[in-house]
Each structure stands twice: as structure tokens, then as C-alpha cells.
């Protein structure tokens, strides 16, 4: 792709250029297309030196070519599984890229160039005219369109006369011919798409054949030929059975960490949504930021907890120190014994990892195998905490477990309503539901109650079932109102302190506190 100063078919509007809005772009894509409308606003571009009016100003150009998308061909949009980098998400990952090692620098899937553009800001422009110039810059996109107005952004930015230094590579990423360069780091915002066919000329690895998924093949492509990357994507890899390929490459390939981040209250993809198919403001992915040095002798990332921020707090939240300070310092490797990486909170981790090793029996163990009287109805959506009901409740998707004995009965229904069910949840899923095999998979140190902490939970058991019928709350959802029950959080906090002590912890409740939290701040500065 050669950047070219000669006329083009863009003066027949350039009048028209000096006072563009929004309405004229949005005709012009219908009228013209868009690779024609984009061929003729890049040309503009160089011809003006990037003095251009405030409507189509470079700072503009991601959001643009996306409503450009949205108005061509929504339906494109989606399948591409293209989604836009926010200005402080871009400069955090920047500056995890910047502390990476690696001589070139590559921006795979690099869009209309959000990502890369943050980086060489953050550098400084003589630092970032050095690596243009040297040959050290690299762009890797399919859509030939969103290159272009990648590479015109650096051009005008860092200078014309060394536009021809960058490498724009137009191509299938996972195409076996497309190597990356020897000793890269990589900024990667990959495609958030299915693989509907997985082609001949890719490597056929397990993890696309297991996963089917275009980001966890860019991952490992990346991770198999970088020095280091910095990739957002979104959680899903994490803890998604058909990952767990993915998750053992990435353990053999070197070491990092991973922060991931829920979309409730707040998203990390906070812009607007252009020709999607609703009318939400936010984005609905869970996003997981992910930093990879290769390494052969260590191994493992560090993984923080599910982070949950008010859309306030998003300025103090994207902070690399903030973020790092997050991070238990132990190292995950994925095997077969360890298949998931655990998002466990720092000040939790003993408590974590006592319970899962104390504990002799899962739910699983304790159920019965044939209906009785003795029911837990649970509701298996959860948003901030999970609830266990004697009854069943009016709403259209639950979880019903029958037990043979008071005893058992009893344990399970306080733990349901204690935070331990819901942080299990949180460690390993944490999406709208709660899958009914990792609510079978739940720790209990069944094997640790004495009779007075029977007599406890059977008690306790009474005081909750008393209270069903009045702290029933009820929203609704596709028309119809669900129901739920929210009790008094006296008791959660009554049987967490319970269940600490029984795994050997004489420590405050309140420290549990953290994991139904809805904001980041109160809990963490």
C-alpha cells in the first residue's frame, strides 16, 4: 500500500471536505462505498498535512470508520468480531508493551490503528519516528481499508517522507506464510469471532480445532512467535473447557499475568455501539488483558480477580500500578491437575486454597439420586450473590438438588447462601449463569463439622427458610417477573464467620465483603 501525495478522485469533494458532517459521511458511504470514501478522506489527509476540520481530525478516524462499517454492512461488523480499543484502555496496554523486550514492534489486527497510534505517542515522536524509520514497525489486518487509514494516521503523525518503512501487510493472519518478525513484542486487539471454517493453508493446531475461535488462534500465534505481546481479548479462555488447550500452550510458552475485568456495573469497552443489533451503550464482553514474555525456564501468570468497577472509578482503575497491585503472586501453570486459571483475590488466596484442599466432598457427593422432600431450589442467574430456597421459585430458569438427609440439607442450602458458592462462581466463570457442572464441583468441608456445627447450620437453616416468604424480590425479565430472594445479609455474614473458623481462620467475616463488591475504589484504594 503506497501512500501517494498526486491528486485523486478527491477533489470532485474536497469543498465539501471543509465542512463534513456526519450526514455527508454517512451519504457518502452509501453513495460512494466505503473503501472509495475512505480512499478519498486519506488522500485529503496527506494533501492537507493533516490539518484537517474537527469533524473528520485524525482523533476521530476509529469511530468514524466504524459508524463507516455499521452503514456499509452491519452484518460484516458482526462477523469480523471487530471491536474498538478505548483511549485508556489502548494507553495501559501501551505501557505494559513499552517495559516488554522485543526490537520490532508489531500491531496484529491492527484496525484502523488505535492501539498502535497510544504506543508510539507514548514513546514520543522522535523515538517513534527512529523505529518507523528503521524498519521496526509492522501492520497485520485483513481489511484493507482500515490499513490504509491506519497507516495514513502514522504517516501524517510521524512524518511522510518514512511512510514507505512501515510494513502494512494485508493478509489472513493465520495464514502459515505469515511469520512475524524475529524478536517482536505485539499489541493485539484479535477478532472476537467464530471460526465458521477452518482453512487449508492454517495450521491446523488443537487449539483452533478445539476451540473454534478466532482469538484463541491469533493468542497462540502470537504467543508461539513474539518475544512478548500485550493482547486484549475477551475472559472466556480463562476458564471455557474448550480452551483448556490454549491454557497449557500459554504455560509452555513463557510467563506473564492477566487482569480481566466484568462488565457490571462498569465495561472496559465502554464506547457506543454502531450497527449492532441493539441499542445498549456499552459493550457487553468481558475482557481479559493479557501480558506474555516467552520464557523457557519460567513459566505460569499471575491472574487477578473478576474486577468489578462503578464507570466512575474507570479513570483511577486503568492504572498499570493499580492494576499490577491486584495480582497474587502466584504463578498458575495449566496441567491436567490445575485445567483452569483461578481469579482469586490476593488478600484470599490462602483462604482459596485451604478450602479447596480441606474440603473431601463436592456437592455432587451430597445429592441424592432420586427426588425427596428435602429440595434447594437455586436461581442460576447471579449478579451479586447466589440464593438457596426451600421452595420453588416462580422464575424460569433455576437449579433444583434433592438431599437424603437433614444433615447434608442443611450444610449445603448455608453455604449456597453464604459467599463461598458465589465466589466459586466468580473464580472460575463469573457470566450470567452459573453452569450447573461447576455448581456440582463446589468444595465442602463436609468432613471438617463437629456436631455443634451441624446443630449450627441445621439451625441456621430454620432462620433462612423462616424469612423465604418475605425477602422474595422480583424483576423482570423478557416481559415476565422473576423471582428471587435477597435475605437479610446478617446471615451470609453469620455463616461465612462459621465456615472460616471450621477451615481454620479466626479472621474477621467482613474480608469476604470484597467479592459481592460493586466498587472497585471502596474495596481496593
Not at 500500500?1 to 498526486?6: E, L, P, R, V
Not at 493472519?173 to 499489541?187: G, N, T
Not at 475472559?235 to 510467563?255: A, E, N, P, Q
Request: hydrophobic residues 35%.
Amino acid at each position: 500500500m503506497k501512500i501517494d501525495k498526486a491528486a485523486s478522485d478527491y477533489t470532485e469533494i474536497k469543498e465539501r471536505l471543509n465542512n463534513y458532517r456526519l450526514d455527508d459521511y454517512i451519504e457518502d458511504i452509501e453513495k460512494l462505498g466505503l473503501e472509495r470514501t475512505w480512499n478519498i478522506i486519506c488522500q485529503y489527509a496527506i494533501n492537507s498535512e493533516g490539518v484537517l476540520p474537527g469533524f473528520i481530525s485524525i482523533k476521530n478516524y476509529s469511530e468514524l470508520y466504524e459508524i463507516g462499517l455499521a452503514t456499509q454492512d452491519k452484518l460484516l461488523k458482526k462477523k469480523r468480531g471487530q471491536y474498538y480499543t478505548p483511549d485508556d484502555v489502548a494507553s495501559v496496554m501501551s505501557e505494559w508493551l513499552y517495559k516488554c523486550k522485543g526490537t520490532a514492534v508489531c500491531d496484529v489486527a491492527c484496525g484502523t490503528g488505535k492501539l498502535i497510534l497510544a504506543y508510539l505517542e507514548l514513546i514520543g515522536y522522535d523515538k517513534a519516528r527512529e523505529l518507523i524509520s528503521s524498519g521496526n514497525l509492522y501492520l497485520y489486518d485483513c481489511d484493507s481499508v482500515a490499513l490504509k487509514v491506519c497507516k495514513t494516521m502514522i504517516s501524517i503523525v510521524y512524518g511522510l517522507d518514512i511512510a514507505d518503512s512501515i510494513h502494512d501487510i494485508l493478509c489472513d493472519f493465520l495464514d502459515k506464510s505469515v511469520v512475524l518478525p524475529a524478536d517482536c513484542k505485539v499489541i493485539s486487539n484479535p477478532p472476537y469471532a467464530q471460526i465458521d471454517e477452518v482453512q487449508d493453508y492454517w495450521e491446523h493446531t488443537n487449539i483452533i480445532l478445539d476451540s473454534k475461535e478466532y482469538y484463541s488462534a491469533f493468542m497462540e500465534k502470537i504467543f508461539r512467535q513474539s518475544a512478548s505481546a500485550v493482547v486484549i481479548t475477551p475472559f472466556s479462555f480463562m476458564s471455557g473447557t474448550k480452551f483448556y488447550s490454549l491454557r497449557k500452550s500459554m504455560s509452555s510458552f513463557g510467563h506473564g499475568f492477566i487482569v480481566s475485568f466484568d462488565n457490571v456495573p462498569g465495561s472496559i469497552f465502554n464506547g457506543r455501539k454502531h450497527g449492532i443489533f441493539n441499542t445498549n451503550t456499552t459493550n457487553a464482553v468481558r475482557a481479559a488483558i493479557t501480558v506474555f514474555n516467552s520464557d523457557s525456564e519460567v513459566v505460569g501468570y499471575q491472574v487477578s480477580p473478576l474486577i468489578r468497577f462503578k464507570n466512575a472509578e474507570r479513570k483511577t482503575l486503568l492504572n498499570c500500578k493499580i492494576l499490577e497491585s491486584l495480582l497474587p503472586n502466584k504463578l498458575q501453570v495449566i496441567n491436567e491437575k490445575n485445567t483452569r486459571f483461578e481469579k482469586v483475590q490476593k488478600e484470599l488466596v490462602d483462604i482459596f486454597y485451604t478450602w479447596r484442599q480441606e474440603s473431601k466432598y463436592k456437592i455432587k457427593d451430597l445429592l441424592s439420586k432420586t427426588e425427596t422432600e428435602l429440595a434447594i431450589n437455586m436461581p442460576n442467574t447471579c449478579r451479586y450473590f447466589t440464593t438457596a430456597s426451600s421452595r420453588k421459585l416462580n422464575r424460569t430458569g433455576s437449579i433444583t438438588m434433592y438431599f437424603t438427609d437433614q444433615d447434608t440439607y442443611s450444610f449445603v442450602y448455608c453455604v449456597i447462601n453464604s459467599s463461598f458458592a458465589y465466589w466459586w462462581w466468580r473464580v472460575y466463570d463469573g457470566g450470567f449463569t452459573y453452569p450447573i457442572g461447576l455448581l456440582m464441583e463446589i468444595p465442602l468441608p463436609y468432613n471438617l463439622l463437629s456436631q455443634d456445627d451441624k446443630k449450627f447450620f441445621k439451625e441456621m437453616f430454620k432462620k433462612l427458610q423462616g424469612e423465604e416468604e418475605n425477602c422474595i424480590v422480583k424483576k423482570m425479565n423478557a416481559g415476565a417477573a422473576q423471582e428471587n430472594i435477597k435475605f437479610p445479609e446478617k446471615y451470609r455474614k453469620a455463616i461465612n464467620k462459621r465456615l472460616l473458623a471450621i477451615l481454620g481462620f479466626s479472621i474477621d467475616e467482613s474480608v469476604l465483603d470484597q467479592i459481592h463488591a460493586n466498587s472497585f475504589l471502596k474495596q481496593h484504594i
